[in-house]
């Protein structure tokens, strides 16, 4: 076996990356493995992207508790950590009569919950706010603690905050068993070879049942709930200011309407439970629910300027709740499973609250002396005025060189996305660090670019390069050198 | 931040660019600035390595490369100053562009006129909503042909085309050629998007199967494509269940549509046209912000690149005008209309002085395919003259002069109004 660990956390996804950023402050060797090739893959980087308020789940549930929580924290981690956060409040809107009561239930479910700064607004102020809403709109809760935000940047940043505090991250790495000696565990095992742990957090996502049923926990059963979406370009001249949902039924928020940080208009998701965890297929009757749904609360919206259509699969324990428990039977084994909505809102407070499980099951938790609490702003250079763009190209001239068109991503900042901690090995891995390619000709352009230059950076051939995972090579092979050819010339 | 003035910045060095900086050079501007995005001029000409360009202009067929070829010897041969992978990142109204480069950095160029020729993209899967997975291995066609032509890489073998567009076409050949098992080309409507002549040349030469009134109805695979759904759809263009198959592929190209590109130009405040998803100009082709120019697939989707040029050099001609103060607008307009079976006509409205008006070409494009029409003009709900044609396609440009005794007659004029109607009896 290779060197022992403290704590291995299996899974990059918005848990596990939460829960090593949150071990990473305490004198502790941390390893964090991914089975994909890079963090944020599954779950975390196709859902609604909202830090809910928190009146939606129940007191009495661990999702009640933990959201409100994670939604006052996300405050200050995002500042600290860089993370596209912004608190636009959300809208519970009613159209009939019928839904004031449900509005009123989510109300004081909220006060229970301890959610700040609730209140019942009218028509006409909804008129005034969200003035594209229903004409049929009566009245609406409005929470002005929700927000959006960039689900896989937070899975990101937490990653490369728990490396710069020394974590380990280990992508492609797909854990085979978990290695018990004793009644306690012991390590795991993987395609990669065996990794010794004193401590292992199942934060697996979609498989966190698959990976319990290693150490024989059968009680964990995860089903995954398809969400459909569509999502606009951000030059899309439709005015929407806050997260809108419809009133809620018993098993699903609603077909929201919303801006995301980068102000591109997202509508969805259906809710719909399906057979394979790998069944991330758009369906015509999922879309047109959608489009339904969203025209229900903006009969004005039309489905022109659209740039894709998505789906995600959230993970939905039986139990409807998270389950963040330790392991009866197995020692040191924590289960951070059915992290479904609100999962992401609640994600630090998921991890302080794993944090605890692992001390009262004996870990040591000692505060590092040097621990770095802040990670460097990336450069965006989509968000900066032309004045501080010029700076920036003064400095250096990588930046002077735009290679994605639409969403204006410089050479530079594709250079550091993949040479930076936790860098991008694959297409779709630039697109989630930098915006190249998420815009409206949805890498047309930048596309044959970003592969050269992936390529180029990674020492290996474009048509090794990867859109995501699995064979998702984009080229198939060489024709022949082309007298003359060149993409561009970084000389 | 480098600041320098111009008397014309050209935005775009493909065959419109570079047909309206030639054009306004030789009408006297000198002082010439073309800001190129890619490493060399040509825009998407370099890429179309195939025959079929030029029989119009220079009545010759060429190749995309030779087209653009004779334009970049002409901008050489001139004194016009060309910024290679150079980015426009804004234009404001008062003819301010903003732009940046590697060896430079950040560039503020004051202009007295700018041409705007930023050509156009494709429409994407994303756009039209297409069902299924998202895996690698569905691109556009233009994509897959910068990678083939360009980069030397072939996307790959088992190939399926959505969309009849002429680059669709040409692509389907294009794969063939480099060894690709081209499936099917299906096309949602009733007729292609594209030329006959590619209709037959690249497709029927080569026996690919042409599906009309097919559609993708679901994409599938998890890593690489491996599969596409097609159906055929009904009359209202909504697929048939029953008809649905499953063809075996690992690569879908999209030919859809493509998208006149008006980021910049809405930065400016131009004002754009619905139904073309360009700028609205008048005959000189300038838009509703004074000295600023609009010409090639950024005004509106062109078949042929000849009708590019010509459009463009009406825009660097009265770019120049402009510049030389020469330029005086009747204070008149008339508006320029679509009639009947028409989706659109070039200029939208028609307002200069009546010295200019030798030659008005309207370039329009039919709705829906028709056989033996007659394009009909009425000025102020009268009708002027027609033409005959044996056949009108969506696919291909219909240009029509506007005759000299109504352009003496249209300082009195609110209204033109073509139509294309299918003679009766035939």
């Given at each position: ?381 989509y968000e900066m005025s032309n004045t501080e763009r010029a700076k920036m190209v003064d400095q250096n001239k990588d930046y002077g060189q735009i290679i994605c068109r639409c969403e204006t991503v410089s050479y530079k900042e594709i250079l550091d996305a993949i040479n930076g901690p936790v860098g991008a090995r694959t297409v779709n891995a630039v697109k989630r660090r930098t915006r190249a390619g998420a815009g409206r000709c949805q890498g047309g352009f930048c596309g044959p670019r970003v592969v050269d230059i992936l390529a180029e950076q990674l ?33 | ?426």
């Amino acid at each position: 076996m290779n060197k022992k660990y403290d704590v291995i956390i299996i899974g990059a996804g918005i848990s596990g990356c939460a829960v090593a950023w949150k071990l990473a402050r305490y004198n502790l060797d941390i390893l964090l493995l991914e089975k994909e090739a890079d963090v944020a893959t599954g779950t975390t980087k196709a859902n609604t992207a909202i830090m809910h308020a928190g009146y939606n789940a129940d007191p009495d549930k661990l999702k009640g508790r933990l959201n409100v929580k994670g939604n006052e924290e996300i405050r200050e981690v995002s500042k600290k950590l860089n993370i596209p956060y912004k608190e636009i409040g959300s809208l519970v809107v009613g159209l009939e009569d019928d839904d004031l009561s449900v509005i009123d239930e989510l109300y004081q479910k909220g006060l229970k919950n301890n959610v700040k700064n609730m209140e019942i607004v009218d028509r006409e102020w909804l008129l005034e706010h969200e003035p594209n809403i229903s004409k049929k709109a009566v009245k609406a809760l409005w929470a002005p603690t929700a927000g959006v935000i960039t689900p896989w940047e937070a899975a990101l940043a937490m990653a490369q905050n728990a490396v710069a505090n020394g974590a380990e991250v280990k992508l492609e790495t797909a854990v085979e068993d978990v290695l018990v000696d004793e009644g306690r565990v012991i390590g795991v095992k993987t395609n990669q070879g065996d990794f010794a742990a004193d401590y292992v957090v199942n934060a697996a996502g979609l498989y966190a049942d698959e990976i319990a049923r290693m150490v024989g926990i059968e009680k964990i059963n995860i089903t995954p709930r398809k969400g459909e979406y569509y999502i606009y370009d951000h030059a899309k001249d439709f005015e929407v200011n806050h997260v809108v949902f419809p009133v809620p039924t018993p098993i699903s928020k609603g077909i929201v309407v919303t801006p995301t940080v980068e102000n591109n208009l997202l509508i969805g998701p259906t809710s719909h439970n399906v057979e394979s965890k790998t069944d991330l297929a758009t369906t015509r009757e999922g879309l047109k629910e959608v489009y339904n749904g969203a025209k229900k609360l903006y009969p004005e919206l039309d489905l022109r300027d659209t740039i894709r259509v998505f789906a995600g699969l959230r993970a939905a324990d039986d139990t409807e709740d998270f389950v963040i428990e330790a392991a009866e039977n197995v020692k040191g084994f924590v289960n951070v499973a059915g992290i479904q909505s609100p999962g992401l809102a609640s994600s630090t407070a998921i991890a302080g609250y794993t944090a605890d499980i692992l001390k009262d099951e004996g870990l040591i938790l000692s505060e590092k002396k040097d621990f770095i609490e802040t990670r460097e702003e990336p450069v965006r250079f989509y968000e900066m005025s032309n004045t501080e763009r010029a700076k920036m190209v003064d400095q250096n001239k990588d930046y002077g060189q735009i290679i994605c068109r639409c969403e204006t991503v410089s050479y530079k900042e594709i250079l550091d996305a993949i040479n930076g901690p936790v860098g991008a090995r694959t297409v779709n891995a630039v697109k989630r660090r930098t915006r190249a390619g998420a815009g409206r000709c949805q890498g047309g352009f930048c596309g044959p670019r970003v592969v050269d230059i992936l390529a180029e950076q990674l020492g290996i051939d474009p048509t090794e390069v990867k859109q995501e995972e699995g064979n998702s090579q984009i080229l198939e092979y060489k024709i022949k050198e082309l007298l003359g050819s060149r993409v561009m010339n970084n000389a | 931040m480098l600041k320098v003035k111009k008397d014309l910045v050209v935005i775009g060095g493909g065959p419109a660019g570079l047909a309206a900086a030639k054009t306004a050079y030789d009408d006297g501007i000198n002082d010439v600035m073309i800001l190129e995005r890619d490493f060399e001029l040509g825009g998407i000409l370099p890429q179309c390595i195939h025959n079929g360009f030029g029989l119009h202009h220079f009545k010759e067929e060429l190749t995309g490369p030779e087209y653009a070829q004779r334009f970049i010897n002409d901008i050489e041969e001139r004194d016009i100053e060309v910024k290679l992978d150079t980015m426009v990142l804004d234009v404001t109204k008062d003819r301010k562009v903003y732009a940046m480069n590697k060896k430079e950095g950040f560039l503020e160029i004051e202009a007295k006129a700018v041409v705007l020729a930023m050509g156009c993209r494709e429409r994407t899967a994303g756009a039209i909503g297409i069902p299924g997975t998202r895996p690698a291995g569905v691109i556009t066609a233009g994509t897959a042909q910068r990678y083939t032509n360009i980069e030397g890489f072939v996307p790959g073998d088992e190939v399926v085309i959505l969309g009849s567009g002429d680059i669709g076409l040409i692509m389907a050949r294009r794969m063939k050629l480099e060894g690709a098992d081209v499936k099917a080309v299906c096309e949602l409507l009733p007729y292609t998007g594209g030329l006959t002549r590619n209709v037959v040349q690249c497709l029927e030469d080569y026996d690919i199967p042409l599906m009309l009134n097919h559609t993708v109805t679901a994409i599938k695979g998890e890593g690489r494509l491996e599969a596409v759904e097609i159906s055929e759809v009904d009359e209202n263009l909504k697929p048939i269940p029953e008809t649905a198959k499953t063809i075996k592929a690992d690569t879908l190209l999209l030919s859809v549509g493509l998208i006149p590109e008006n980021e910049l130009s809405k930065k400016a405040d131009v004002i754009l046209d619905d139904r073309t998803g360009g700028p609205i100009v008048n005959e000189g082709r300038e838009t509703n912000i004074e000295g600023i120019f609009a010409c090639g697939n950024v005004l509106h989707v062109h078949d042929l690149v000849d009708w590019v040029t010509e459009e463009s050099q009406i825009a660097g001609a009265h770019a120049a005008k402009y510049i030389k103060d020469n330029f005086e607008k009747t204070g008149k307009c008339a508006e320029v209309k679509a009639g009947e079976n028409v989706s659109y006509v070039i200029p939208q409205k028609i307002e200069l002085e009546s010295g200019d008006r030798k030659r008005i070409p309207l370039y329009m494009r039919v709705s829906t395919p028709l056989t033996a029409v007659d394009i009909n003009l009425y000025a102020d709900g009268e009708k002027l003259y027609s033409f005959s044609e044996p056949f009108a396609k969506p696919g291909e440009m219909i240009s029509v002069p506007l005759a000299q005794k109504t352009l003496d007659d249209l300082d009195n004029l609110s209204e033109i109004k073509v139509d294309i109607i299918e003679k009766e009896g035939e």
